[in-house]
């Protein structure tokens, strides 16, 4: 398994922008996914993006054109910049791994994002 660790979260203006970054404890070359969740408060956690150890991406539609995500296999981090966020992007932002053999599942502990109207 891994430990994540996620940084980067903070206040911003409505029309701004942040990167989270997200720090393993080892080698992410051949996790098979990774990803970013959210959770607002009062509601589910949802997808925001995941990006696979190929390089694949995919996006939930509320994010699409506004967030990239990326993994830095080197370095052992994923990131996620974000742009043009909006208030309805303040959350809980979390990290994960999910990897197929060995199969196992990683969240990290998250950041706290809060966009401002």
């Known amino acids: 398994q891994v430990h994540l660790v996620e940084s980067g979260g903070g206040l911003v203006q409505a029309g701004g922008s942040l990167t989270l970054s997200c720090a393993a404890s080892r080698s992410i070359f051949s996790i098979s996914v990774m990803g970013w969740y959210r959770q607002a408060p009062g509601k589910q956690r949802e997808l925001v993006a995941t990006?696979?150890?190929?390089?694949?991406?995919v996006y939930s539609d509320s994010v699409k054109g506004r967030f990239t995500i990326s993994r830095d296999n080197l370095k052992n981090t994923m990131s996620l910049q974000m742009s043009s966020l909006k208030p309805e992007d303040t959350a809980v932002y979390l990290c994960?791994?999910?990897?197929?053999?060995?199969?196992?599942?990683?969240w990290g502990q998250g950041t706290q994002v809060t966009v401002s109207s």
């Open positions: 990006i696979t150890s190929g390089g694949s991406t």
């Open positions: 994960n791994a999910q990897n197929y053999l060995p199969t196992y599942v990683c």
